[in-house]
């Protein structure tokens, strides 16, 4: 196998390039936007263990210079009781802590590096088929033009076309029951810590807030709602509506996630979240999806990029010591597991934060019992990608 097509510019697809290069495989990326994402408001953490995957093909210096360390995560009551804290750490590793960063950045900064190594990404160039003659793929795109390939790899999202070409039965995304809405405030809560992820369960909704190396905090607010919106419904809703919604749902907290939303520079948009629980199959012949195309996970995961960066690194390092059909099994017995049990891990925390009684009975009962265990989340970070052991012949 010596050339591969990657649909999808995101996380996934820059880093599955970098990594198919360095197994020897050529990549080019196809992404359908016209131009890089602008910054709508969104920032996220990139956990240890996509740190290490980013380590072990050589891009992690690239990210970690467009973010900063985020140590602990510290949860909080709408009075401001803390509740506990959480490492981000992992002690499998000794790896200290993760990451945070605005979405934007981490795009520039992944596609930066893939071109800095030659790999060629394409933007305006939207799928609309494939065809597959069993010993390689051709992709067809919008613009006419088409790409022979010894593989396809579907990097391209949550609302994932080569999804629906490798499983066109797989039910839609599913919604998770809250809104989101985040932004850049201008003001610093008292106390506030530089690197220290504060979330709030609030009296009627959740939210969380960063202060960050230069000035200000970072912050994302979680409205709770049931019903799935129109996607014209969210994108109507104005900035006065945004404040006065946020206003209304945290004003009486003793938190400051009110004084955050009214210090953030206009204007405020949300999005709706979707997450993937399963996909009966991850590839077709020689086409196969990694990351959100597969198993896309609620932000409340915190594991979303993260995922998707460690399947673009084992992937590439099956293709480079298998057959393409064993490698895409082995590719698929290695992730399903560990990628499905996150996704559902993140559902249950978004679900907890809606309605308000689920949410109190998950502060005040559960969040503590957790918090108090040696390590909750060891099982999510503790996962090294060992880039230099061969990959043995999946079974059966």
Same mark, same amino acid.
């Given at each position: ?252 907290? *003793?938190?400051? /996630?009110?004084? %955050? &939303?009214?210090?953030?520079?206009? +204007? ?5 979240? @979707?997450? #993937? ?85 998950? *502060?005040?009962? /559960?969040?503590? %019992? &957790?918090?108090?265990?040696?390590? +909750? ?5 503790? @996962?090294? #990608? ?11």
């Amino acid at each position: 196998m010596t050339r591969a097509i990657v649909v999808g510019g995101g996380v996934a697809g820059p880093v599955a390039a970098m990594a198919l290069q360095k197994a020897g495989i050529t990549a080019t990326v196809h992404e359908a936007r016209a131009a890089p994402d602008g910054d709508v408001g969104a920032w996220l953490g990139v956990q240890v263990n996509g740190l290490d995957a980013l380590r072990a093909v050589d891009a992690e210096d690239a990210v970690r210079a467009v973010g900063f360390p985020t140590p602990v995560i510290e949860f909080r009551t709408h009075t401001g009781r803390v509740l506990g804290t959480l490492s981000t750490g992992s002690p499998a590793s000794g790896r200290t802590t993760g990451l945070s960063l605005r979405r934007s950045d981490l795009y520039r900064a992944l596609h930066g590096e893939a071109r800095r190594r030659g790999i060629e990404v394409r933007h305006g160039s939207r799928l609309t088929g494939v065809s597959d003659t069993g010993d390689g793929v051709t992709a067809v795109f919008a613009d006419g033009r088409t790409e022979t390939a010894d593989l396809l790899v579907g990097a391209d999202g949550v609302r994932s076309t080569v999804r629906a070409l490798v499983d066109p039965d797989c039910p839609p995304p599913r919604f998770v029951p809250v809104l989101n809405t985040a932004g850049y405030s201008e003001h610093t809560p008292a106390g506030a810590e530089v690197g220290r992820l504060t979330m709030v369960f609030g009296r009627r909704a959740f939210a969380g807030y960063l202060a960050v190396p230069t000035g200000g905090t970072w912050w994302f607010a979680n409205p709770p709602l049931a019903r799935e919106p129109s996607a014209e419904e969210v994108a109507g809703t104005s900035d006065g509506q945004w404040r006065a919604r946020l206003a209304d749902l945290y004003g009486a907290d *003793r938190s400051p /996630v009110a004084a %955050l &939303v009214e210090a953030t520079p206009g +204007p405020l948009r949300g999005w709706t979240t @979707h997450d #993937v629980p399963t996909v009966r199959r991850w590839s077709r012949g020689r086409t196969v999806l990694i990351g959100d195309a597969a198993h896309a996970t609620s932000p409340a995961a915190g594991q979303g990029s993260s995922l998707a960066i460690e399947d673009a690194v084992v992937l590439a390092r099956c293709l480079r010591d298998l057959p393409p059909a064993q490698a895409l099994r082995a590719f698929e017995d290695l992730r399903r597991a560990r990628a499905e049990r996150v996704v559902a891990q993140g559902f249950r925390t978004s679900s907890a934060k809606s309605p308000p009684a689920v949410g109190r009975l998950v *502060r005040d009962l /559960v969040m503590p %019992l &957790v918090l108090r265990r040696r390590d +909750p989340q060891a099982w999510v970070r503790d @996962h090294s #990608v060992d880039w230099g052991t061969p990959v043995p012949l999946p079974a059966g």
